[in-house]
């Protein structure tokens, strides 16, 4: 079993994304998505830092440092593209006009609480930037993150020990191990990487997951934890 490296994370949920949607790219791992959009897709990029509709440079473009991304990567505009201005930005950001945001994250909670902007530490120098608006503004909030942190913890958690970004937002979780979707009654393992059991991946969760069989996969019921694959 071998997790997934941070382009192949990125490609997959480029994949996932909706077509025809606004979509909004935080840093981290979503800055990688862009590069691996489909123009059948019809998806519409949008930056924080006052770009829409734009892609990642293919190979054998030119770059133009004028036009970089909000993880300052460089990108390319699109036909019918735009520079904006902050505010602009920030309208279409707190305005619902965005329908999926993909943010990174220090934690998820089983809830959908997410904390992305400050670890405690006091060597750590916070910066929310646009995540809180994104957190209250946007349809949808996706989180793209490695399952667990170098130290061997779960990233994934029953309870929040960061300070949070916004309470009960997130509604799918992408990481190198596994997708999970956000949902009343828990969290709902909805894929996993080959070779990973559903024991194995609950070991590496600290909080409880609900897997789906495959044939309950294609009629959306959902069924009780299970101890292994």
């Not at 030119?62 to 505010?87: N, Q």
């Not at 943010?103 to 750590?124: R, Y």
């Not at 930037?129 to 170098?150: N, Y």
């Not at 020990?161 to 969290?187: C, H, K, M, N, W």
């Amino acid at each position: 079993m071998t997790p997934l490296s941070r382009e192949q994370l990125a490609e997959k949920v480029a994949a996932w994304l909706p077509p025809g949607s606004v979509i909004n790219l935080g840093i981290g791992i979503p800055g990688l998505i862009n590069k691996y959009v489909r123009p059948e897709q019809e998806i519409i990029l949008q930056s924080e830092n006052g770009i829409i509709h734009f892609e990642g440079l293919q190979a054998g473009q030119k770059e133009d440092t004028d036009s970089v991304d909000a993880s300052k990567r460089p990108v390319s505009i699109l036909p019918g593209g735009a520079y904006i201005d902050a505010g602009l930005s920030f309208a279409l950001m707190r305005g619902g006009h965005i329908d999926v945001t993909v943010l990174g994250a220090f934690e998820v909670s089983e809830k959908g609480d997410i904390a992305n902007w400050w670890t405690g530490e006091e060597d750590d120098v916070p910066g929310v930037g646009g995540a809180m608006d994104l957190a209250s503004g946007a349809k949808s909030i996706w989180v793209v993150m490695e399952h667990m942190t170098r130290g061997g913890q779960s990233k994934i958690v029953r309870q929040c020990s960061y300070p949070l970004t916004a309470p009960r937002v997130v509604s799918r979780i992408f990481t190198d191990l596994a997708v999970l979707d956000v949902e009343p009654q828990g969290l709902v393992v909805v894929d996993m990487i080959d070779g990973l059991t559903r024991s194995e991946l609950q070991k590496r969760t600290a909080a409880p997951l609900i897997f789906m069989d495959a044939s309950a996969a294609a009629t959306g019921h959902r069924v009780s934890p299970v101890g292994a694959a």
